[in-house]
C-alpha cells in the first residue's frame, strides 16, 4: 500500500530543513548573481519557480511514454521551452529587469535544482504530488534570493525595491552606502554565513566528516 501523500510536509520542508540551496547546495549560481536587489531577486526566484513547477507537471504527465535512454534530453527540452517562454515575457512586459538578469534567465535551464526535481521526484510521482515538490522546492529556492538580495540592496544602497530606506549620508542622512555589498563576494559570504546559522540550530544538517583525523600518538600511550 502506498504512503499517503502529506501536502503540508512536501511544501514546507524545503523552506528550511530540506532547503535546496543551504542544504543541497543547488542553484547558487543565481543566487550570487541576480541578488544585487530586491527587484531581480524576486523576477529569478518567480521565473524558476514557474519553470520547476510546469516542467515537472508536465514531466510528470509523460513519465510512463519517456524512453529511458533519453529521458534527460526530454527533460532539458521541456525545461528549456519553458525558460525561453519566462524570457520572452519578461523582455515583453519587464525589459529593465530583464537586461539586468542578462543571460541567468536562460541559464534556468541547466539549474540543477531544476533538472534535480524533475529527475528525483516528477519523473516517479503523479502530477499533482510532483507540483507540489516542485513549488515547495521553488519557494524554498525564492527564500534565500530575496533574503539575501534584501540586505544586498538594503546595505549596498539603503533602498528596498528602489525605495530608499536607509537615508544617504550625501543628501544630510547617517547612512553610507557600503559598496562591497553589490559586489558578489558579499553573496558569497553572505549565503555562507546562512548556511551555517540554518546548520548550527539544524545540526541534522551537518555532513559527517569524510576522513576520522589519526588519534594523538601522546593519548595512545
Known amino acids: 500500500m502506498a504512503a499517503r501523500f502529506d501536502i ?3 511544501l514546507t520542508e524545503p523552506l528550511v530543513r530540506q532547503n535546496p540551496v543551504t542544504l543541497q547546495i543547488l542553484g547558487i549560481c543565481s543566487a550570487l548573481a541576480v541578488t544585487t536587489s530586491l527587484a531581480t531577486a524576486l523576477t529569478m526566484s518567480v521565473s524558476l519557480t514557474v519553470v520547476l513547477t510546469l516542467s515537472a507537471i ?3 504527465l509523460i513519465r510512463r511514454h519517456i524512453p529511458e535512454t533519453i529521458r534527460l534530453i526530454v527533460q532539458i527540452v ?19 529587469i530583464s537586461r539586468a538578469l542578462s543571460i541567468y534567465v536562460g541559464l534556468i535551464t541547466t539549474n540543477c535544482l531544476v533538472l534535480g526535481r524533475t529527475e528525483a521526484y516528477a519523473r516517479h510521482n503523479a502530477p499533482f504530488p510532483a507540483a507540489v515538490d516542485a513549488f515547495g522546492n521553488g519557494l524554498g529556492y525564492s527564500l534565500i534570493l530575496l533574503f539575501i538580495g534584501g540586505l544586498r540592496e538594503l546595505f549596498g544602497r539603503g533602498q528596498l525595491f528602489g525605495w530608499q530606506v536607509l537615508p544617504p549620508a550625501d543628501a544630510g ?17 553572505l549565503l555562507g554565513g546562512l548556511v551555517w546559522a540554518i546548520r548550527s540550530f539544524q545540526p541534522a544538517q551537518v555532513e559527517a566528516p569524510e576522513h576520522t583525523p589519526p588519534a594523538d600518538a601522546r593519548s595512545v600511550e
Open 8 to 10: 503540508w510536509s512536501t
Open 58 to 60: 508536465l514531466i510528470s
Open 78 to 96: 521541456i525545461v528549456a521551452s519553458l525558460v525561453i517562454v519566462i524570457d520572452q515575457v519578461l523582455q515583453a512586459y519587464f525589459a529593465g
Open 173 to 189: 542622512g547617517w547612512f553610507t552606502p557600503l559598496g562591497l555589498m553589490l559586489l558578489a563576494p558579499s553573496a558569497f559570504f
